[in-house]
């Protein structure tokens, strides 16, 4: 079993920033796949950015240039950095670890004020 515990999030005015992080109980060294979720009202889960195996860091065409993905391995964390904040981004975010099964945070809700 892994433990993902996700801090950060909030409300922030349209432009702002916010810092979302990850904690896992489980060292990164082993993981296939990491990735950042995020899901609005009434709509389906989507992918906002991931690391990818042996692979450089990927974003959804709607977070490129404005979020950042990275990970501290001593730390077990995992960052997602916003930038520039839209009211569309709006959505509670998830952190997902891909390890001999899937693994996720609880959730962390985003609000953007215009």
């Known amino acids: 079993q892994v433990q993902l515990v996700q801090s950060g999030g909030g409300l922030v005015q349209a432009g702002g920033s916010l810092r979302l992080s990850c904690v896992s109980s489980?060292?990164?060294?082993?993981?296939?796949?990491m990735g950042w979720y995020r899901q609005a009202p009434g709509k389906q889960r989507e992918l906002v950015a991931m690391?990818?195996?042996?692979?450089?860091?990927t974003y959804a065409d709607s977070a490129k240039g404005r979020f950042t993905i990275s990970r501290d391995m001593a730390k077990r964390t995992m960052y997602l950095q916003m930038n520039s904040l839209k009211p569309e981004d709006a959505a509670v975010y998830y952190c997902m670890g891909r390890w001999e099964s899937d693994y996720w945070g609880q959730g962390t809700q985003v609000t953007v004020s215009s």
């Open positions: 690391f990818p195996i042996g692979g450089a860091p």
């Open positions: 489980r060292t990164f060294g082993s993981v296939n796949f």
